[in-house]
């Protein structure tokens, strides 16, 4: 778990996934039978696949991304009850977001909400495999001091934001 500090404050069909304009670490996908993502970085290539369930015509349930690092293949657990309808668009990111060097992985779970969630998952460089961190709200990565931050809307004229800081690997 990370620990968190909250500040508040005023204020078509798819083809499959497409790196994000002006973004290395992202892809977008939409409504499609099987997703994939390919990032590289350095020495490392990380693919993810998405495993879809049908649920209607135009509606599909997001149940694990399929993991290859290194030639490892890892299958890792989305939320329950996650589903996007035709038109949705959501996002696989690979945001170094433990500051450890390594892709990690992030999958949308929400979509169409002002608020976008994302379940996490780390690299354990020791033990050569990704694991769950939970379910968030979009984090960004802030490197020069190592947290991770969100700003997720209250209501329509307030914002609250949210910092994570790192307590080990937790």
């Not at 996007?84 to 779970?109: Q, W």
Request: proline share 4%; charged share 20%; net charge negative.
């Amino acid at each position: 778990f990370i620990l968190v500090s909250i500040f508040m404050a005023g204020c078509g069909e798819s083809i499959g996934l497409e790196p994000v304009k002006d973004s290395k670490i992202e892809c977008t996908f939409q409504y499609s039978p099987e997703p994939v993502c390919a990032y590289t970085q350095d020495k490392y290539s990380v693919k993810v696949s998405l495993t879809t369930k049908t649920l209607a015509d135009d509606e599909m349930a997001l149940i694990k991304a399929n993991v290859t690092l290194a030639g490892k293949q890892q299958a890792l657990s989305i939320s329950p009850d996650v589903s996007m309808i035709k038109g949705d668009i959501g996002i696989i990111s690979f945001a170094d977001i433990n500051f450890d060097s390594m892709p990690d992985i992030a999958v949308s779970t929400s979509f169409g909400l002002a608020n976008q969630y994302f379940d996490y998952w780390v690299y354990d460089q020791k033990a050569q495999a990704y694991h769950s961190i939970g379910n968030y709200q979009k984090l960004n990565a802030n490197p020069a001091d190592k947290t991770l931050s969100a700003s997720v809307k209250q209501s329509a004229a307030s914002y609250q934001t949210l910092r994570y800081y790192w307590d080990g690997d937790k």
